[in-house]
């Protein structure tokens, strides 16, 4: 559902191809809060043009490259798009990735080579952060505000992502994830 919802509020702003509609979620770093792949991508297009939530109104063809068809999202797309959102806002759902099964039972692994690749994530997690910082000021005054705190959004949570990750990293050096000390894990600050 979040790649149709991407797909229908893209086309509000303006009919547009399914390419330019995954370069645009690219540079909004739409792809950071659902994957998107360009199979998907079209796989979805087809089925809201054969839920008469978007239409085709052009094909616009070239010598070197495939015919690429423009769409434009209809009046009943545009009321689907409405209940999806406020579906989605509603929505609250708890985040599910490999890492915290890997928690449960880091404390039995090898604690020097789990460090050493959480060495290599809180360097990915910088990067991370930097990227979306980057995406967020390179935005503002360019997209509407709500799109604005969906980048801080990716942000701020790239920046809880990376202190987290340093503060593991660092228990894992210290081979400390087997203790069962009274030592909190949380800052308080």
């Not at 919802?5 to 702003?13: D, F, N, Q, S, T």
């Not at 770093?29 to 998907?40: H, R, W």
């Not at 423009?70 to 509603?90: P, Q, R, W």
């Not at 929505?91 to 915290?100: G, L, S, Y």
Request: proline share 4%.
């Amino acid at each position: 559902m979040p790649i149709k919802l991407a797909i229908l509020g893209l086309l509000m702003e303006k009919d547009m191809h399914p390419y330019e509609i995954r370069t645009i979620m690219k540079d909004r770093s739409l792809d950071q809060n659902t994957k998107i792949q360009i199979g998907s991508l079209y796989y979805a297009v087809e089925q809201l043009c054969k839920q008469g939530l978007i239409e085709a109104v052009e094909v616009i063809k070239s010598e070197n490259r495939p015919d690429k068809t423009v769409y434009h999202i209809t009046d009943k797309g545009k009321a689907c798009f409405d209940n999806m959102l406020l579906s989605m806002l509603e929505e609250i759902e708890p985040i599910h990735t490999p890492i915290k099964m890997a928690l449960s039972f880091a404390w039995k692994g090898d604690q020097s080579k789990m460090a050493d690749v959480l060495k290599n994530r809180v360097q990915e997690a910088e990067h991370q952060v930097n990227y979306l910082y980057e995406v967020y000021t390179e935005h503002i005054g360019v997209v509407p505000r709500s799109v604005l705190h969906l980048m801080a959004a990716n942000y701020e949570h790239a920046k809880t992502e990376l202190k987290w990750v340093k503060r593991l990293y660092q228990d894992a050096k210290d081979g400390r994830l087997g203790d069962r000390s009274a030592d909190p894990v949380v800052d308080e600050d």
